[in-house]
């Protein structure tokens, strides 16, 4: 750990070192998470996973916005009535209670950094 000007420890580590879990999420197939910075990091206002997907998650909402950027892989995000393609390099922005599922479509894991909003998980 690195201490900031504030006092704070900040937090450095490779992806690999943190546990990786299946998703907790009901419809989900082949899915895990890992919690790279969370609240029991300290953080005050965001949170950050990363998923690496071999099936697809459930097709759900949440009360809270998300933004995602994909690592790896290829897949699609479905919406309500639409579809968009996903590969390395595109990034989604999906607000509070919009429905929406995440594919895998390629050969390879489909693999996203998601990003979150403090909430009283984790």
């Known amino acids: 750990m690195l201490i900031d000007a504030y006092g704070e420890e900040m937090k450095v580590m ?5 546990q990786e879990e299946m998703a907790k ?7 895990t ?7 029991k990091d300290g953080a005050k206002n965001f949170f950050m996973r990363r998923f ?20 790896s892989g290829e897949g699609t995000v479905v ?6 393609r996903l590969s390395p390099g595109v990034f989604c922005w999906i ?13 390879e894991k489909l693999c996203i950094l998601c990003l979150i909003p403090h909430t009283d998980g984790r």
């Open 14 to 18: 490779n992806y690999l070192d943190v």
């Open 79 to 84: 919406g309500e009535g639409v579809e968009h």
């Open 33 to 39: 998470v890992r919690w790279l910075i969370s609240k």
């Open 95 to 107: 607000p509070a209670d919009e429905p929406h599922q995440f594919k895998k479509t390629g050969k």
């Open 52 to 71: 690496e997907i071999e099936g697809w998650t459930p097709y759900h909402t949440h009360p809270y916005e998300h933004e995602v950027f994909i690592l």
């Open 25 to 31: 999420m009901e419809g989900a197939s082949g899915v």
